[in-house]
């Protein structure tokens, strides 16, 4: 989408030297918009687990951009297979919880482990990374036209009233190549005239709601107010959310999401409230071998310095800012899992499914073979 | 309860000067632990206003206290009976949600208009802010010997595990004159020698789970664990929480309870996951003329800065940190009110009883009358 009126996408080759990729550092969003560049694998790894890119399809992405980055600089000290498996374990070892980070890594591998030589592995790596991407930005334009008459539906009823969404966390642009997931069906929205509102819940700690949903919303143009994560129950109650769209790091072939940490708890108010949840994500976000998602997918535990400390905007400057006494003891967990019966529906590159196992496989007829564990 | 070791409560006459009374301003906590000096009801409504003093039986006593300075400081320049009058408007405007506010203010007003003088009435105010202070200082400790057994049950089931007790905001010593309403069930169990740990919310926007209840907890030697927000439903989800205690701003003769933004959450997670959620609360804080607390307690918006920016210290000092993009538009809702479908029981001072309007009635008969609109 654009910033500052010119288009971007999250992660492409670097103009000139098609051996580094570049990216956004979204650490340093909304309060500075630099690209950094990404020399090596080492570089994607730390750029993921850093945070510096983030949200599933972006984190499996540039995970695929890693192996090709790692041919790019193979230098013969190990055999190329033993290279490029501990390659992969490390990339694969940098966040947990997302589905695609294993998936992207584990494609690219399937497609170089079908020539020989290097300079033929390089090639076909870097084919299927652009194909990764390609399908990325594919599927969440996929999903925004599917998401999309959830919102007129709403809309047409509330007689040029804007429609009310909440959203937790960024499953926007930001999170993936273009358009974003949840997010996707609210910009296809907003372009068609439909009027928009989106309640942005802040999502401590990382603030990635805050920072980086209501800047690329603010951006295109689309009205939004940041809310506390304590506050969305609240507006459910008062009728002012007409729906909840969400993310997904990792869903179970039972329809169970797992998500940024409080997801699970806007889905009881959205239940409670009678208002419809939905959770947007492309296929490549499940985990077909996976069918309770509370029990099987693992979560992430993350540095207790990102809840002790925050970054902000002091006297002019970028600071990072001590929040709680130093002795306090803290913990940090990164994701929660929404069980299928808080959620009204998924939505998918390929349509719109209950969550449930029969369902999904509806839209994804091919991936039978793989539930059966 | 003790900060470093020296015993201390939260509002209390000057010494050598009866005419002040001094607080410490919980703004700077846990960073400067800072006393102040109300020198008359003008400070004792900024102070109100400005979270100086916060929580609900506190906000009663410090207005109580505002009654008697205001006498303290009378000159004549208008009626002693209207001057009281608009002394008491304008306490009662300092804060909405907390129904002690205004309870507090009109047993002041009802005890001086039994006497007649300047001096009676001074002497009666001072008196009777002597007995509210004493009266919560006393309805605390009664919460907490109410709640100690329900501690005690889940103690003497888990063998010598500590007991996982959850809390938002700050419903501590902090909040009241003594013990806490929430905490003071947890204090007592500590003291009893029963092993607690307690999950504290973070609390957003103000952080007063993080900053008060994190520091007051620290100081008396409970362990505590500070999470953000979001962290609640996933910790209940995994059997990481044995209970939930809250407080309440104000609750109605249904047992429907307004609180901190974001206990309605935890409660739904609480009631999800079969985990008694208890609010504690002095009777002084029940609203005897409400029914529905959804739709009749009043709920605070608050200034949209304090969520834009939050206090801590960056290189050694106290700063105030910008932490949206300072265009970002922001709504702060201050309560949320939790139905009493979703509360396990109520603990008060005269013991605890079903969130509904006879159990509550049979433990305060004297109020029925009251509830008759």
Redesign the interface.
Known sequence: MNVNGKHYETIWLKPGNKKEAEIIDQRFL??EFKIVNLKNCDDVFFAIRDMQVRGAPLIGAAAAMGIYLALCEYSNADTLDDYINRKAAFLKSARPTAINLGYAVELVLGEINKVQGLEQKTEIALKTVVKIIDKERQNSLDIGHHGLPLIERISAMKNEEPVNILTHCNAGWLACIDYGTATAPIYLAHNHGIKVHV?VD????R?QG??LT??EL?QHGI?????????????M?HGMVDLVIVGCDRASINGDAAN???T???A??AH?NNIPFYVALPSSSIDWNITDG?KEIP?EERNEEE?KY??????GKT???????P???????G???TPARLITALITEKGICKPEKNSILELFPEKIEMTIK
């Open positions: 909304p309060f309640w802040e999502t401590r700690p603030n805050a920072w209501a800047w603010q009205p939004c107010t940041i809310i506390t994560d304590n506050a969305g129950g609240h507006l109650q940024k940490i409080g699970y708890l806007k009881l108010a409670d509370l979560i809840i925050v970054q902000g905007i002091v006297n600071e990072n800012m001590l929040i709680t006494s002795e306090s003891k803290v913990a940090n967990y994701f929660d899992v």
